[in-house]
T-cell receptor, first 116, second 113 residues
Framework: DGGITQSPKYLFRKEGQNVTLSCEQN?????MYWYRQDPGQGLRLIYY???????QKGDIAEGYSVSREKKESFPLTVTSAQKNPTAFYLC???????????????FGPGTRLTVL | AQSVTQLDSQVPVFEEAPVELRCNYS??????LFWYVQYPNQGLQLLLK??????LVESINGFEAEFNKSQTSFHLRKPSVHISDTAEYFC???????????FGKGTRLHILP
């Protein structure tokens, strides 16, 4: 079955540590996205990528980094510079960027990160 | 720039009663509109979308939404809710020029027995 997988589902980290969240898709989608979700704030875009080896900052990129070395993988690193990293992180993909049928986004199950 | 406003953060409704979740958007160009649903501790799933054509769009589980260009709205309705509809619902907008989808802050639907 095609889809998006995120691992782990729950992640705990000590303050000052970097941590990497995994996102893999087998939908052959070109575009991939990372969102952060906090209660009452909806989804906020962290980074997105349209093609391999290229990515753009979203609205809240500070304290995060990404890579896109393979089409199917888009890992997110939460660095120690991120002031409030505790949140629910969602990865998504779409056939291409933009709206309409090609821009419809498919989401993974999410990773809940807690900083201790 | 586009924006999406979901007017209610929470909506309580009795089981088998009708419900409307409100969504308004702002954009200077033609838009595409989406409703996504998120069940607890899961990712988002597309519920329905408006791209063009008929302004009334329906989902397979009884939800419908109507695109109203003059009122810049895309409200989601269901004539009779079930306990299984308990979830958070997100309205989203994009246009053909942009490279992102903008999400509203979500409306949490509580079904009361």
């Amino acid at each position: 079955d095609g889809g998006i997988t995120q691992s782990p589902k729950y992640l705990f980290r000590k303050e000052g540590q970097n941590v990497t969240l995994s996102c893999e898709q087998n939908l052959n989608h070109d575009a991939m996205y990372w969102y952060r979700q906090d209660p009452g704030q909806g989804l906020r875009l962290i980074y997105y990528s349209q093609i391999v080896n290229d990515f753009q900052k979203g609205d809240i990129a500070e304290g995060y980094s990404v890579s896109r070395e393979k089409k199917e993988s888009f890992p997110l690193t939460v660095t120690s510079a991120q002031k409030n990293p505790t949140a629910f992180y969602l990865c998504a993909s779409s056939i291409s960027l933009g709206g309409g049928v090609r821009g419809e986004q498919f989401f993974g199950p999410g990773t809940r990160l807690t900083v201790l | 720039a586009q924006s999406v406003t979901q007017l209610d953060s929470q909506v309580p409704v009795f089981e088998e009663a009708p419900v409307e979740l409100r969504c308004n958007y702002s954009s200077s160009v033609s838009v595409y509109l989406f409703w996504y649903v998120q069940y607890p501790n899961q990712g988002l799933q597309l519920l329905l979308k408006y791209l063009s054509g008929s302004t009334l769009v329906e989902s397979i589980n009884g939800f419908e939404a109507e695109f109203n260009k003059s009122q810049t709205s895309f409200h989601l309705r269901k004539p009779s809710v079930h306990i299984s509809d308990t979830a958070e619902y997100f309205c989203a907008v994009s246009d053909i020029r942009d490279d992102k989808i903008i999400f509203g802050k979500g409306t949490r639907l509580h079904i009361l027995p």
